[in-house]
């Protein structure tokens, strides 16, 4: 056997040593009346496969090693449903990254499905209570997951057509707690796969103007042993254990592969619709935590191949803040994460995936960033994932893991800055509108540079880390005390305002001002450049009780609550139809960046008009004055359709007001407009006139309100 000490030597050319060997061999495969089993375990010096019953008697097998250490064996007779794991030999040296225990049975990395929980009071660590660094000779076979054989089924139904980033609208949903309290959805497909294909669910994303949901974590995942202590469980999902296996829970007729098929139907349903599926993943770091957590898979097979490992080696090199930080820069670690994706888009269907903490995986052996990387040129080359879309969460918790703006071609990215100025805007805490305007238009102080189209920046106000959108207009402050922290939990810079009263309330005036901000939060979410994304719930007025790091509850506090529905229609009605008019006019989602280029006519003269304008209230465009005024509170953004292939000169002006009075506005003429229609805005119904406004005239914009004229 060929074993290969990494911390000894360099390693060889990352890329090639990726994607090099033959990984078809790992994981579990039905063929030729029995099933192959591979391994890659280098480091080993014995590997048993453990064939379990479901009375939990094993039968074990020798498996067999090449030299590029993947561990090998054929069992005729096993099928689909056959439950097993690892048993990995080698040295017990922490102090080299070596942290081998054949007495725990591990998982399968590339297994299809898991099944079976975790026992959190059982023998899951590989070290004694002692000690971290002397191993545990107790079995753990009856307390840990096991992997699952799947047989071959066909890919779900592919998409009619995949859609520009300028067509998208994405929405960010949590498969459980979508569906968990949806009145239509029968009560035994809840929370499911099943459930979200359910025809009422997909019908609502449908209706509101959805073209792609993003799945919160949906990799098997197991809870982290300290909130089981508390009587709690992780709920979003980012503690993954299985790269390949759908969450077993969310099945809702088994787990022995079942999860699979039913995966693969729900995304047919949603295929069907239109709607695209886009994965969060987590790369970054696994479900089995620092040295000292349990043992349920990768620290078992090589603890060294598979992690970060600090100087000694015998301790976690964390940047993600979960205790471990998985080794990309190891090629064999790298492979399985491509395998992965492969996978998923491949036979499971999924149309793209958001990494969550990215730039872990862009760290070398050294631990540095490099956007080089050779993740990001398999990425960029491989013939599958050059194909679909690619969104960075661009940070991490280490050196240097800030790195918002710095992916490049073939990327977007989370704008945490857009989401950090919006919010700030809306409460009054912002210095003029200069900012606003560079996070309307796609951030170009961030993302316009060689050639990065504005579609680079994924805009939000919301995700699942932090307030809801109506929390952030009830709260100024987190409420945690669920969690079981002592409120000490989640981040205290939340950027919200709670409009006067910390908290639900029946003052009516207080409502009234709360649904007006939770519109204009919307509004400039879904009208600015970029690609929106919507966190599911938002629409509806979905409320977590002022909890802002909501990720252990699984509980109403999380769920979507669908009885809010009629309640905060006015918020429903308003996302609609703001996301209508942007799928109708290509002018309000432009892919390329606007530098306020002149228009021109069909014969090629210059009509005056520009595709980018900045108006504060006067007929003239803003002067320097006007952007160098902290007390300004009102931005009009005139844009205009310059398209080569047009079919008719397509323009709005955008009015968005964040001061509490009202303010008269001139609505410029000339060459701008003949006249204005106002289609849609965030005030309450007759506040703004409904026919045709002529140009040169004024409009009394209410306090706090953004509005959408047409152009004609």
Same mark, same amino acid.
């Given at each position: 056997?060929?074993?290969?000490?990494? *911390?000894?030597?360099?390693?060889?050319?990352?890329?090639?040593?990726?994607?090099?060997?033959?990984?078809?061999?790992?994981?579990?495969?039905?063929?030729?009346?029995?099933?192959? *089993?591979?391994?890659?375990?280098?480091?080993?010096?014995?590997?048993?496969?453990?064939?379990?019953?479901?009375?939990?008697?094993?039968? !074990?097998?020798?498996?067999?090693?090449?030299?590029?250490?993947?561990?090998?064996?054929?069992?005729?007779?096993?099928?689909?449903?056959?439950?097993?794991?690892?048993?990995?030999?080698?040295?017990?040296?922490?102090?080299?990254?070596?942290?081998?225990?054949?007495?725990?049975?591990?998982?399968?990395?590339?297994?299809?499905?898991?099944?079976?929980?975790?026992?959190?009071?059982?023998?899951?660590?590989?070290?004694?209570?002692?000690?971290?660094?002397?191993?545990?000779?107790?079995?753990?076979?009856?307390? =840990?997951?096991?992997?699952?054989? =799947?047989?071959?089924?066909?890919?779900?139904?592919?998409?009619?057509?995949?859609?520009?980033?300028?067509?998208? +609208?994405?929405?960010?949903?949590?498969?459980?707690? *979508?569906?968990?309290?949806?009145?239509?959805?029968?009560?035994?497909?809840?929370?499911?796969?099943?459930?979200?294909?359910?025809?009422?669910? +997909?019908?609502?994303?449908?209706?509101?103007?959805?073209?792609? +949901?993003?799945?919160?974590?949906?990799?098997?995942? +197991?809870?982290?042993?300290?909130?089981?202590?508390?009587?709690?469980?992780?709920?979003?999902?980012? $503690?993954?254990?299985?790269?390949?296996?759908?969450?077993?829970?969310?099945?809702?007729?088994?787990?022995?592969?079942?999860? =699979?098929?039913?995966?693969?139907?729900?995304?047919?349903?949603?295929?069907?619709?239109?709607?695209?599926?886009?994965?969060?993943?987590?790369?970054?770091?696994?479900?089995?935590?620092?040295?000292?957590?349990?043992t349920l898979a990768f620290r078992g097979i090589d603890h060294a191949g598979y992690y970060r490992l600090t100087d000694d080696l015998r301790t976690d090199y964390d940047v993600t803040g979960c205790g471990n930080s998985v080794d990309s820069s190891e090629p064999g670690t790298l492979r399985l994460i491509i395998d992965s994706l492969r996978y998923w888009v491949s036979e499971m269907g999924v149309?793209? %995936?958001?990494?969550?903490?990215?730039?872990?995986?862009?760290?070398?052996?050294?631990?540095h960033v490099d956007q080089r990387h050779p993740f990001k040129e398999i990425l960029r080359t491989d013939p599958v994932l050059s194909k679909v879309k690619l969104i960075a969460e661009p940070w991490d918790l280490g050196p240097y893991g800030y790195q918002v703006g710095s992916f490049g071609d073939d990327w977007s990215e989370w704008n945490d800055r857009f989401r950090n100025h919006v919010r700030? %805007?809306?409460?009054? $805490?912002?210095?003029? =509108?200069?900012?606003?305007?560079?996070?309307?238009?796609?951030?170009?102080?961030?993302?316009?540079?060689?050639?990065?189209?504005?579609?680079?920046?994924?805009?939000? &106000?919301?995700?699942?880390?932090?307030? #809801?959108?109506?929390?952030?207009?009830?709260?100024?402050?987190?409420? !945690?005390?669920?969690?079981?922290?002592? $409120?000490?939990?989640?981040?205290?810079?939340?950027?919200?305002?709670?409009?006067?009263?910390?908290?639900?309330?029946?003052?009516?005036?207080?409502?009234?001002?709360?649904?007006?901000?939770?519109? !204009?939060?919307?509004?400039?979410? &879904?009208?600015?450049?970029?690609?929106?994304?919507?966190?599911?719930?938002?629409?509806?007025?979905?409320?977590?009780?002022?909890?802002?790091?909501?990720?252990?509850?699984?509980?109403?506090?999380?769920?979507?609550?669908?009885? #809010?529905?009629?309640?905060?229609?006015?918020?429903?009605?308003?996302?609609?139809?703001?996301?209508?008019?942007?799928?109708?006019?290509?002018?309000?989602?432009?892919?390329?960046?606007?530098?306020?280029?002149?228009?021109?006519?069909?014969?090629? #003269?210059?009509?005056?008009?520009?595709?980018?304008?900045?108006?504060?209230?006067?007929?003239?465009?803003?002067?320097?004055?006007?952007?160098?005024?902290?007390?300004?509170?009102?931005?009009?953004?005139?844009?205009?359709?310059?398209?080569?292939?047009?079919?008719?000169?397509?323009? %709005?002006?955008?009015?968005?007001?964040?001061?509490?009075?009202?303010?008269?506005?001139?609505?410029?003429?000339?060459?701008? @407009?003949?006249?204005?229609?106002?289609?849609?805005?965030?005030?309450?119904?007759?506040?703004?006139?409904?026919?045709?406004?002529?140009?040169?005239?004024?409009?009394?914009?209410?306090?706090?309100?953004? @509005?959408?004229?047409?152009?004609?």
């Amino acid at each position: 056997m060929t074993t290969i000490d990494i *911390f000894d030597t360099e390693p060889p050319d990352t890329v090639a040593a990726a994607t090099s060997v033959d990984t078809s061999r790992l994981g579990a495969h039905v063929r030729d009346g029995g099933t192959e *089993f591979g391994l890659w375990a280098p480091r080993a010096t014995r590997v048993e496969l453990a064939l379990v019953a479901e009375d939990r008697s094993q039968q !074990n097998y020798d498996m067999t090693v090449s030299g590029d250490g993947i561990w090998t064996s054929f069992v005729p007779g096993a099928g689909p449903g056959q439950r097993y794991g690892y048993r990995v030999h080698g040295e017990w040296a922490p102090e080299r990254g070596a942290r081998f225990n054949p007495a725990k049975l591990l998982l399968d990395p590339y297994a299809r499905a898991i099944t079976s929980g975790v026992d959190y009071s059982g023998p899951i660590l590989d070290h004694t209570p002692e000690s971290d660094y002397e191993p545990d000779p107790t079995d753990s076979a009856t307390a =840990v997951p096991l992997s699952v054989v =799947v047989g071959n089924t066909p890919a779900p139904a592919p998409l009619r057509r995949r859609r520009r980033m300028a067509e998208s +609208v994405v929405y960010e949903l949590h498969v459980k707690g *979508f569906t968990q309290l949806h009145p239509a959805v029968p009560e035994h497909l809840r929370g499911t796969y099943a459930g979200l294909a359910y025809p009422a669910v +997909v019908q609502h994303l449908l209706d509101l103007g959805v073209t792609a +949901v993003e799945l919160l974590p949906v990799h098997h995942f +197991v809870s982290e042993p300290f909130l089981i202590g508390r009587g709690l469980a992780n709920y979003w999902g980012y $503690n993954t254990l299985g790269f390949f296996a759908p969450h077993a829970a969310y099945c809702s007729v088994g787990t022995m592969g079942e999860q =699979v098929r039913e995966f693969k139907e729900m995304v047919s349903a949603l295929h069907e619709a239109g709607i695209e599926v886009i994965l969060d993943v987590v790369y970054n770091h696994t479900g089995e935590g620092g040295h000292e957590g349990p043992t349920l898979a990768f620290r078992g097979i090589d603890h060294a191949g598979y992690y970060r490992l600090t100087d000694d080696l015998r301790t976690d090199y964390d940047v993600t803040g979960c205790g471990n930080s998985v080794d990309s820069s190891e090629p064999g670690t790298l492979r399985l994460i491509i395998d992965s994706l492969r996978y998923w888009v491949s036979e499971m269907g999924v149309d793209g %995936f958001r990494f969550d903490l990215v730039t872990t995986l862009l760290r070398d052996r050294h631990h540095h960033v490099d956007q080089r990387h050779p993740f990001k040129e398999i990425l960029r080359t491989d013939p599958v994932l050059s194909k679909v879309k690619l969104i960075a969460e661009p940070w991490d918790l280490g050196p240097y893991g800030y790195q918002v703006g710095s992916f490049g071609d073939d990327w977007s990215e989370w704008n945490d800055r857009f989401r950090n100025h919006v919010r700030d %805007f809306w409460r009054g $805490n912002t210095h003029g =509108v200069g900012e606003l305007a560079q996070r309307l238009v796609g951030s170009p102080d961030i993302f316009d540079y060689q050639n990065r189209p504005a579609t680079a920046s994924i805009n939000f &106000v919301t995700a699942h880390d932090g307030f #809801t959108m109506r929390d952030l207009v009830t709260y100024n402050v987190k409420h !945690n005390g669920a969690n079981g922290e002592s $409120n000490r939990d989640g981040t205290d810079d939340n950027r919200s305002w709670n409009c006067g009263y910390e908290g639900e309330t029946d003052d009516p005036e207080i409502k009234a001002l709360r649904h007006r901000q939770a519109q !204009n939060l919307m509004a400039t979410l &879904v009208l600015a450049a970029g690609v929106p994304m919507i966190t599911a719930g938002d629409e509806l007025g979905r409320t977590q009780q002022g909890n802002n790091n909501a990720y252990c509850q699984d509980s109403h506090i999380s769920w979507v609550h669908w009885d #809010t529905e009629a309640a905060w229609a006015d918020q429903t009605d308003l996302t609609q139809a703001l996301l209508r008019l942007r799928a109708e006019h290509p002018v309000l989602r432009r892919t390329w960046f606007r530098h306020g280029e002149t228009i021109l006519d069909s014969t090629g #003269t210059p009509t005056g008009r520009k595709n980018l304008a900045w108006f504060g209230g006067r007929s003239a465009e803003m002067t320097e004055a006007d952007w160098q005024d902290g007390t300004r509170r009102t931005l009009g953004i005139y844009l205009a359709d310059d398209s080569p292939d047009r079919e008719a000169d397509d323009a %709005f002006l955008i009015w968005i007001h964040g001061g509490a009075d009202p303010v008269q506005v001139a609505l410029p003429d000339g060459f701008w @407009a003949s006249t204005y229609r106002v289609l849609a805005h965030s005030g309450i119904e007759g506040e703004l006139p409904t026919g045709k406004l002529a140009a040169g005239t004024t409009l009394e914009l209410p306090g706090r309100t953004v @509005a959408i004229l047409q152009v004609d």
